[in-house]
Every structure is written in structure tokens, then in C-alpha cells.
């Protein structure tokens, strides 16, 4: 292809769909600064890795020469996106949704350059906060038929399976349809990124603007990112991988990617880091134990492109002493129990129930049962309790899995 952003998504592996490949190629290579979008609706105060690949799509536009948008879907968000989901979303107040995008929008500062001529950040609220009702339903509602939007995917999940879909979150494509036809007014962006789950929302916006305003617009999609073993990437046992450390340490944030499976590393090298394809190709080419070096690389550079070069850093480090050394590493995952509120002397269910490592009791049992929770090193066998260290416990679940728990 003619576009460098194209051909370094081809090559990096971020490309699922497209509307018509061809002619974007043709625009981004006779338009040296145009611009395009992606949209994040603000439904917590963060993003987790779910969002990283349409991040780093961005990412990678800016260091083409183009204009990345990051559009933060203050006003879309009080409507719900029911992509994806088969409930109703929880509605939101004014309030959360103002913090929810406040929070997000920390996490473009460690991707993109914003300021003149470069990255640009906008709220979607702008917009839609203002629309009068039935002069929109008259000039945008119109192009729209509902025998059509039935057959949107997010819609039919919903019908099929016969639960109930709201006649506000309905209305969600029609506004993000109106969203790309209002980033056209405004910036002149005339291409529209997003995940696999938005491709009928994206052609959708680029049938509105060719209607409302003759616009030639483009739209293309990331693939959903799984793991080796087809599981949806960015769970651990404690759920969510977040980006923000305030509510996912950056320990734990680089261990997740240290964590990564085999088959995985060279993938996720390419779509989560900005390392050359050279040094990928011969980081895939790393077998046995020695694919433990890639992994480490990963974890380094994904922590350092979302959190920075020191915190990566201490998280290496502390990784380091904790596996190879032996040592308690600064940056651990930290629980505190107090004695007297706990009213316990026993290492037992409640007691490792008592931080936010597990998902149930069940699964503490199990690992109990299968001798893989150790405390201070010493395997527990015993569901009902031993006696624990008053002071500092570390706690290893398996091979990978570290935190302590400190006993006042």
C-alpha cells in the first residue's frame, strides 16, 4: 500500500475490516495531515487493555504525520452503547460521567502529542448536549429506518435472546452516526478507527455524512484481540486489566504482560509496543526458556508506553527480586488485616478472603487442596488454618501470582 499508517498496521496485524481499503489508502497517501477518530465512551474512570489496540491505532496515525482525534463520549455515554452487551447499561449521573472523562483522558497524555497541529482530544457532549430534539429527529432521524436498524447486530443480540433493549439505548447508532458527520464539520476527519464490535456503527456514520453532507468517508477495524488459548485478552483473576494505577498497580500491570503465553509474545510485541519489526522478528524467533527474555521485553515496554520508563523500571525490578532472588520486591500487591478487627490467628479462608486476590472462597479452597498457595514459602494444607507471621506474609499463588499481606 501507499500509506504508511496502512502498511504499518498490515505488517503490525491491526487491520479486520475495512470499507473500501483501496480508496483510503489512495486518501492517507495524498493527505499528508488528515485526521481520524476513535471513539471511548466513559462508562469508569479509566479504560483497560480492552482499549489499548484502538489506542495504539492512534498512536501509530500520529507517527505517520496525521491527526489523531481521541473522542471522549461524554454525551454518547448517556445513552449506552448496547453493542456487546445483553443488558441495559446502568444509566449514569452527570456527575460520574464528568469524572469518568476526566480520568480517561489522563491516559492520551503517555500515547499521543497533543497541542498545535497535533493530537486533539474533544467530548461528543459538546455536541449532543445542545441538539434540539425534533429538529434532529427531522434532519438526521429520517435516514434512518427501523427495519434496518433491527438487523444491527447489537440490537438482534438482544431480540433474540429476548431481553429488553431500551428505546434510548436504540437511539445510540443514530448519534454515533452523527458524531462522524460533526468531526467532518469541524476538523474535516474523514476516517473513522474503531474495534470489530463498531463496524455497523462506522458504516453507519459514513452513510449519514455521504447524505447529509456528500462527504467521502472511510472506516476501518481493529480484529478482537484474544489470547493463544481463544479467550478474550485482558482478564486475570482479579478481572480487569486497567490502565491507570490507581486502580491496577504498575506491578501488576507488567506482570500481566510477563504473563503472556508463548504463542502469544510475538503478537502482542507488535500491537502493544513500538519495537521495530526487526527486533520483533527476532524476539519470536527465541525459544524454550530463552522466550522468557521476549516476555520481559514485553512487559517493559508495554508498562513504560502506558505508565513510563520509571515505573516500568520498578516493576522489573521488583519482578526480579521476587522470582529470581528471593526477595520482597517494593512494589508488590500489599493487603493490610488488622488483628483485632479480624479477631483471628489462623491463615485460613477468611484470612486470604480478606484481601482482593481471589475471585471466591472456592477458589481459594481448590488452590489450598491442589498445594498451590504457599505463605512465606511454606505450602498450607490445611483449610481451616495455620498460624500466620504478625507483621509482613508473602503470599505466592502458583508460579506467578505474588502479593503480601501485612498483619497489624
Not at 480520568?103 to 497533543?114: P, R
Not at 462522524?180 to 463496524?199: A, I, N, T
Not at 485478552?233 to 504473563?259: C, I
Not at 524476539?283 to 520509571?310: P, V
Request: glycine residues 10%; charged residues 25%.
Amino acid at each position: 500500500m501507499k500509506s504508511e499508517f496502512l502498511n504499518t498496521l498490515q505488517e503490525r496485524g491491526f487491520i479486520h475490516q475495512a470499507t473500501d481499503l483501496e480508496g483510503l489508502d489512495a486518501y492517507l497517501a495524498k493527505t499528508p495531515e488528515a485526521s481520524a477518530y476513535i471513539g471511548f465512551d466513559c462508562t469508569a474512570p479509566t479504560l483497560h487493555v480492552g482499549s489499548l489496540v484502538q489506542i495504539m491505532m492512534l498512536r501509530h496515525f500520529q507517527a505517520a504525520g496525521h491527526t489523531p482525534i481521541a473522542l471522549m463520549g461524554g454525551g454518547t455515554t448517556k445513552v449506552g452503547d448496547p453493542s456487546g452487551k445483553t443488558e441495559v447499561r446502568k444509566i449514569l449521573s452527570h456527575g460520574d460521567i464528568e469524572i469518568n472523562v476526566a480520568g480517561i483522558k489522563t491516559i492520551f497524555d503517555h500515547f499521543l502529542e497533543f497541542g498545535k497541529d497535533r493530537a486533539v482530544l474533544v467530548d461528543n457532549a459538546d455536541w449532543l448536549d445542545t441538539l434540539d430534539y425534533i429538529p434532529f429527529l427531522r434532519e438526521v432521524g429520517k435516514h434512518f429506518t427501523v427495519n434496518k436498524m433491527l438487523t444491527m447486530d447489537s440490537v438482534k443480540l438482544r431480540l433474540d435472546r429476548e431481553q429488553p433493549l431500551t428505546f434510548l439505548e436504540f437511539n445510540y447508532m443514530i448519534l454515533q452516526a452523527y458524531d462522524f458527520v460533526e468531526l467532518y464539520k469541524r476538523y474535516g476527519c474523514q476516517v473513522q478507527l474503531g474495534g470489530s464490535d463498531q463496524w455497523g456503527n462506522i458504516v453507519n456514520g459514513i452513510d449519514l455524512g455521504r447524505r447529509l453532507e456528500n462527504a467521502e468517508l472511510y472506516g476501518l477495524t481493529s480484529p478482537l484481540i484474544t489470547n493463544s488459548d481463544g479467550d478474550k485478552m485482558g482478564k486475570t483473576a482479579k478481572g480487569a486489566v486497567w490502565l491507570t494505577p490507581e486502580h491496577l498497580s504498575d506491578y501488576e500491570y507488567w506482570q500481566f504482560w510477563r504473563n503472556t503465553g508463548d504463542g502469544d509474545v510475538g503478537r502482542f510485541l507488535k500491537l502493544f509496543t513500538d519495537l521495530s519489526m526487526e527486533e520483533i522478528a527476532k524476539l519470536e524467533a527465541l525459544e524454550g526458556q530463552e522466550l522468557n527474555a521476549a516476555k520481559k521485553i514485553l512487559a517493559d515496554a508495554a508498562t513504560a508506553l502506558c505508565r513510563g520508563q520509571d515505573a516500568a523500571k520498578a516493576a522489573s525490578d521488583t519482578a526480579r527480586k521476587t522470582f529470581e532472588e528471593g526477595e520482597f520486591g517494593k512494589e508488590l500487591p500489599e493487603y493490610r488485616i488488622n488483628l483485632r478487627t479480624f479477631g483471628q490467628q489462623k491463615i485460613n479462608l477468611s484470612f486470604l478472603w480478606a484481601t482482593t486476590e481471589f475471585k471466591s472462597k472456592k477458589e481459594i479452597r481448590r488452590g489450598i487442596e491442589q498445594g498451590s498457595i504457599f505463605v512465606n514459602e511454606k505450602k498450607i494444607s490445611n483449610p481451616f488454618g495455620e498460624d500466620f507471621v504478625q507483621g509482613v506474609n508473602k503470599i505466592r499463588v502458583g508460579k506467578k501470582r505474588h502479593f503480601t499481606i501485612i498483619v497489624d
